[in-house]
Nanobody, 115 residues
Framework: QVQLVESGGGLVQPGGSLRLSCAVSGGFFSAYAMGWYRQAPGKQRELVARISSTGNRNYDDSVQGRFTISRDNAKKSVSLQMNSLKPEDTAVYSC?????????WGQGTQVTVSS
C-alpha cells in the first residue's frame, strides 16, 4: 500500500520561507510523477508544482520563481521549498503521486502566512 506523509507546514510571516516534505512508502517511487497541490478555504484545489519521474519541473504562474520542487529517489521523498511567502499562499498543501493510471494523496499540511 502506498502512503504519503507530509510535514513542514506552519505559521510564517509574509516574506518568510518554509520547506515542505513528503515521504512516500510502498510502491515504486522513482516511477511516480510527484506534485504539490493546495486548497485555500472556499477555493478549489490547485496544482502548485510538479516534478516528473525524469526530473522535469512545472510550476503554477503564481509561485514561479518563489517555490522550488525537488525529489530524492533514494530517500523516496519530494520537497517544496517556499520562499517570499505571501498571505495568498495560505492553504492546505497536499502531496500527490501519480503513475500507472493511479494516484495517491497525503493527508495535507497547513501553511499559514500572516503577520
Amino acid at each position: 500500500q502506498v502512503q504519503l506523509v507530509e510535514s513542514g507546514g506552519g505559521l510564517v510571516q509574509p516574506g518568510g520561507s518554509l520547506r515542505l516534505s513528503c515521504a512516500v512508502s510502498g510502491g515504486f517511487f522513482s516511477a511516480y510523477a510527484m506534485g504539490w497541490y493546495r486548497q485555500a478555504p472556499g477555493k478549489q484545489r490547485e496544482l502548485v508544482a510538479r516534478i516528473s519521474s525524469t526530473g522535469n519541473r512545472n510550476y503554477d504562474d503564481s509561485v514561479q520563481g518563489r517555490f522550488t520542487i525537488s525529489r530524492d529517489n533514494a530517500k523516496k521523498s519530494v520537497s517544496l521549498q517556499m520562499n517570499s511567502l505571501k498571505p495568498e499562499d495560505t492553504a492546505v498543501y497536499s502531496c500527490n503521486a501519480r503513475a500507472f493510471g493511479t494516484e495517491y494523496w497525503g493527508q495535507g499540511t497547513q501553511v499559514t502566512v500572516s503577520s
